[in-house]
């Protein structure tokens, strides 16, 4: 089968957690439209109660693009962004799931070369990673830039992950194996989507990465801090004694 005709049968739903996102939901939408005009699929946001009308724009923008193409699934408040994941995975109807952020670092230009990767080599998992020829940061200042790369080399170092990028939140899945991988997760916060790559690394699945340009935030602030930084390490520590 061509990679047309895969195209057309598959489904990817993109699931985006937001948080008062309302200055950047309406341009993500706009985007991943632009770059998936031939695909299949559907945008799932997952609101925690944004109390900056994140949800009003939503609503806007049912009426423009319909509300079978953009479903708002709501939560009352702030609560994980791995449970965000399985709150989205239940309305999901695709056959293959996309996990991106709401604040534009992740482009959805690069959406095509994921699906291509996928069906091209077969793979269970694409990731984005900012970690090899072709991938990059933009927009932070020295000490982020020193303090994401020493955390993935120590991670690398510890855990042999098999993938460049372990932080990175940027990945298509295929819902059955996202399904399979998030019920064996416990971490929460900033060490979620480590540990979300290293145990599907551990059962098997085939991974492959896409290079990608991480761009920081274009509106709002953003939410890592020092208590996140902590928590990775808690987190690096609980996976190296339980993979």
């Given at each position: 089968m061509d990679e047309q005709n895969m195209q057309e049968r598959n489904k990817y739903s993109i699931i985006v957690p937001?948080?008062?996102?309302?200055l950047n939901i309406a341009l993500i939408v706009y985007l991943i439209f632009k770059h998936l005009r031939e695909v299949d699929f559907e945008i799932i946001i997952v609101d925690d109660g944004s109390p900056d009308g994140t949800q009003d724009v939503v609503k806007q923008l049912q009426q423009v693009?319909?509300?079978?193409c953009i479903l708002l699934r709501a939560r009352p408040k702030k609560l994980g962004l791995g449970t965000a994941y399985i709150h989205g995975l239940k309305h999901a109807s695709g056959n293959f799931v996309v996990i991106m952020d709401a604040d534009l670092s992740h482009h959805p230009k690069y959406l095509p070369s994921f699906i291509k990767k996928q069906i091209d080599t077969g793979a269970s998992i694409v990731t984005g990673t900012r970690y090899v020829k072709g991938g990059g940061v933009h927009g932070w200042n020295l000490m982020r830039k020193l303090t994401?790369?020493?955390?993935?080399?120590?991670?690398?170092?510890?855990?042999?992950?098999?993938?460049?990028?372990?932080?990175?939140?940027?990945r298509?899945?295929?819902?059955?194996?996202?399904?399979?991988?998030?019920?064996?997760?416990?971490?929460?916060g900033y060490v979620f989507q480590m540990e979300m790559i290293v145990r599907a690394s551990r059962k098997g699945y085939h991974i492959e990465e896409v290079p990608i340009t991480?761009?920081?935030?274009?509106f709002g602030s953003s939410k890592l801090g020092g208590s996140e930084i902590v928590e990775y390490l808690k987190g690096l520590v609980y996976l190296l004694v339980t993979t």
């Open positions: 937001t948080y008062n996102e309302r693009y319909g509300e079978d994401s790369r020493g955390a993935n080399v120590l991670a690398q170092t510890l855990l042999w992950p098999g993938v460049s990028d372990l932080t990175g939140s940027f298509l899945y295929r819902k059955s194996v996202l399904e399979d991988v998030i019920s064996s997760c416990v971490s929460k991480f761009v920081d935030r274009l």
